[in-house]
Structures are given as structure tokens and as C-alpha cells.
């Protein structure tokens, strides 16, 4: 089993960027393909980006592709979601989540474990 907490969400300007973190308990972090969701205020929840458990492979949604980057440090258990050129509409909370999987899946119900979440609030 794995905890997951999330932080660094907050308020940004539009344009503005923010790092999300995600820590890890447990001795097996580096078994599991990781994740970034959000999910918007009536909206479904969505993956933002996904990483592979060596970090080699990552995958984003085709919104986020040039703005957003995964990555993560078997080392200290944490994987992080670097946000640029943030918009209005990337406004949500962030989750990260855990998947036993050993291929990059986007599907929420292939991820075992979640984190509670950290708000992210982009300003215009």
C-alpha cells in the first residue's frame, strides 16, 4: 500500500507557474506508474500527464503538452507536475495517484491509489 500527499497548489496569475509535488510512503515507489489528474468544478476528472515507473516515459494531455512536465525521483519517493504559462482554465484540484499498471494508462479506475488533492487557482 502507498500514501500519497499532495502540495504546492495555490493562486497564479495568468502566465504565472507552479510546482505540484506528490510524497510517497512506502519502499515500492518506484514499482508504480504515477499520475497527475484535475478535475474542475462539474467537471469529470481528467489526467493532466503520466509518468513511467523508471521515468523515461511520460505522457500528457494534448492541452498540457509544452506547458506541463512530470517527473519524479525514485530516490525520494515524489513525483512533481512543473506548470507553465498557467490558464483560467487550468483551474482545479490536482490529484496524483498511484496505478500497479505497468503501462501509461489515463484511466482513472486503472489507479489504485489517490492523494487528497491540492487546489490550483489561475487568475486572469
Known amino acids: 500500500q502507498v500514501q500519497l500527499v499532495e502540495s504546492g497548489g495555490g493562486l497564479v496569475q495568468a502566465g504565472g507557474s507552479l510546482r505540484l509535488s506528490c510524497a510517497a510512503s512506502?519502499?515500492?515507489?518506484?514499482?508504480?506508474?504515477m499520475g497527475w489528474f484535475r478535475q474542475a468544478p462539474g467537471k469529470e476528472r481528467e489526467a493532466v500527464a503520466v509518468?513511467?515507473?523508471?521515468?523515461?516515459?511520460?505522457y500528457y494531455l494534448d492541452s498540457m503538452k509544452g506547458r506541463f512536465t512530470i517527473s519524479r525521483d525514485n530516490v525520494k519517493n515524489t513525483v512533481y507536475l512543473q506548470m507553465n504559462s498557467l490558464k483560467p482554465e487550468d483551474t482545479a484540484v490536482y490529484y496524483c495517484?498511484?496505478?500497479?499498471?505497468?503501462?501509461?494508462?489515463?484511466?482513472?479506475?486503472?489507479?489504485?491509489?489517490w492523494g487528497q488533492g491540492t487546489q490550483v487557482t489561475v487568475s486572469s
Open positions: 495517484a498511484a496505478s500497479t499498471g505497468a503501462v501509461l494508462v489515463t484511466t482513472t479506475l486503472l489507479y489504485r491509489y
Open positions: 512506502g519502499r515500492t515507489f518506484s514499482s508504480y506508474v
Open positions: 509518468i513511467s515507473r523508471s521515468g523515461g516515459t511520460a
